[in-house]
T-cell receptor, first 112, second 117 residues
Framework: QKEVEQNSGPLSVPEGAIASLNCTYSDRVSQSFFWYRQYSGKSPELIMSIYSNGDKEDGRFTAQLNKASQYVSLLIRDSQPSDSATYLCAPPSGAGSYQLTFGKGTKLSVIP | EAGVAQSPRYKIIEKRQSVAFWCNPI?????LYWYQQILGQGPKLLIQFQNNGVVDDSQLPKDRFSAERLKGVDSTLKIQPAKLEDSAVYLC???????????????FGPGTRLLVL
């Protein structure tokens, strides 16, 4: 059974602060990782993907991947109230399966 | 580019009734997924199609759920008979193809909210 664990929320940060979201996974074969954002009542939308160890930056978002530790994180710099949403970590279920196993998500609230 | 379309957006039924959901993926996308998302949980994969063939339906409760993707384009998911615990959002997603080393991005539709009374 592939498992994905995300830090329990809700996570509250003040506007302008850095929000740190964490995710650990059990499947050592996972090659790529996705972070999806889901606003309340909406469907998930992709915000970041990362395939290699290290950091990947896209605007205010930085994804960090450590395959040896089976750990991936998402940092949101200069958090804005519009970042308030649930963030879902999604490593694939295994090489060649082309399926995603989603974590329960971490709910982020950015306080103005 | 049009996104993934789903209908209906909302459905309320009584337990033991049947219900069907429809999904039209992004044009040209070979792979289609149906997910169930219960409140407070992440999406759970129910079934994956590659063109018009089933790749994985291991988590589909086959005693009551069925799905098809005729002609490899749009798809329907049916529940018959519905139970209270089927109340959830049913999400359809598509991706261009299943091939290569890396998982491709999945694009989600708006979902169908089902309430079983």
């Amino acid at each position: 059974q592939k498992e994905v664990e995300q830090n329990s929320g809700p996570l509250s940060v003040p506007e302008g602060a850095i929000a740190s979201l964490n995710c650990t996974y059990s499947d050592r074969v996972s090659q790529s990782f996705f972070w999806y954002r889901q606003y309340s009542g909406k469907s998930p939308e992709l915000i970041m993907s990362i395939y290699s160890n290290g950091d990947k930056e896209d605007g205010r978002f930085t994804a960090q991947l450590n395959k040896a530790s089976q750990y991936v994180s998402l940092l949101i710099r200069d958090s804005q109230p519009s970042d308030s949403a649930t963030y879902l970590c999604a490593p694939p279920s295994g090489a060649g399966s082309y399926q995603l196993t989603f974590g329960k998500g971490t709910k982020l609230s950015v306080i103005p | 580019e049009a996104g993934v379309a789903q209908s209906p957006r909302y459905k309320i039924i009584e337990k033991r009734q049947s219900v069907a959901f429809w999904c039209n993926p992004i044009s040209g996308h070979a792979t289609l997924y149906w997910y169930q998302q219960i409140l407070g949980q992440g999406p759970k994969l129910l079934i994956q199609f590659q063109n018009n063939g089933v790749v994985d339906d291991s988590q589909l409760p086959k005693d009551r759920f069925s799905a098809e993707r005729l002609k490899g384009v749009d798809s329907t998911l049916k529940i018959q008979p519905a139970k209270l615990e089927d109340s959830a959002v049913y999400l359809c997603a598509s991706s261009p193809r299943a091939g290569g080393l890396y998982q491709e991005t999945q694009y989600f539709g708006p979902g169908t909210r089902l309430l079983v009374l």
